[in-house]
């Protein structure tokens, strides 16, 4: 920026900008990608435009790949919503726009999030600090606003010191068969029936979707999920050529 290059602006007047214009540059920077986060490489920035890294096709060109490919595909994204969840950061990171095209995957079949600069970043040290009306209960998404889009309210986020708002975002838009981000019935589409019957993905998935009880969680349901996919892709492993479009 000119104002910085000539010395008007002080670097924390430079951050409070960056924030207010586009904080990408700054997540990108504070979470980056050689620390393993699912996120592009930041290369630079100027104003509104973000340069990073080619993270290659969007996810969208995938929902038609073979099923194991897919299969892998949703276990990295189920694996990136419990990152972003919790990690050693004391941050925890919520996904607000997981519309398929905010996704890559590259030539060796690795998702990245390329987008994030709708993501909700939450102090848990804050959190823990300001101790509001129940700060230490998990905040679950019981209710839906609305069929086909994902609601949220930030407030409720930065006042929890955890959310299932993770794995709902990525079950309920992208996975399950009602997935509203989806055109073929949620990347997890046709899952063959002698894999579902052995390994129960149907039913983790509907509850990881839209859990029917208080006694059931998204986050006990996708622990059992990526649990169930990962001995899946150990007995039927994608190959590099699996992507059946």
């Not at 996120?39 to 990073?52: H, I, M």
């Not at 694996?79 to 398929?100: G, R």
Request: aromatic share 8%; proline share 6%; with cysteine.
């Amino acid at each position: 920026m000119i104002a910085h290059r000539q010395g008007a602006l002080k670097p924390a007047e430079v951050v409070a900008y960056t924030v207010t214009v586009n904080a990408e540059p700054l997540l990108l920077q504070a979470f980056p990608r050689m620390d393993d986060w699912p996120f592009p490489t930041f290369l630079g920035s100027c104003g509104r435009v973000v340069v990073q890294s080619y993270e290659g096709e969007p996810l969208s060109q995938f929902e038609l790949a073979s099923w194991t490919m897919r299969a892998n595909i949703s276990l990295q994204l189920l694996d990136m919503a419990d990152l972003m969840t919790d990690n050693p950061t004391q941050f925890a990171l919520y996904m607000t726009d997981v519309s398929m095209d905010n996704f890559a995957v590259n030539k060796r079949g690795e998702v990245t999030l390329v987008d994030v600069e709708n993501i909700i970043v939450v102090d848990r040290v804050q959190v823990h600090a300001e101790k509001r009306p129940g700060w230490q209960r998990r905040l679950e998404h019981r209710e839906e606003m609305c069929h086909d889009c994902l609601n949220f309210n930030a407030e409720d986020l930065c006042s929890h010191i955890t959310s299932d708002h993770n794995f709902y975002a990525v079950c309920s838009g992208l996975l399950a068969p009602r997935a509203f981000y989806s055109s073929y019935g949620g990347l997890l589409h046709g899952i063959p029936s002698n894999i579902d019957k052995q390994y129960n993905l149907s039913e983790l998935l509907a509850t990881c979707d839209q859990p029917r009880s208080v006694k059931e969680s998204r986050f006990a349901a996708s622990r059992l999920l990526r649990r169930a996919l990962e001995r899946v892709l150990e007995a039927f492993p994608p190959s590099p050529s699996d992507r059946a479009l």
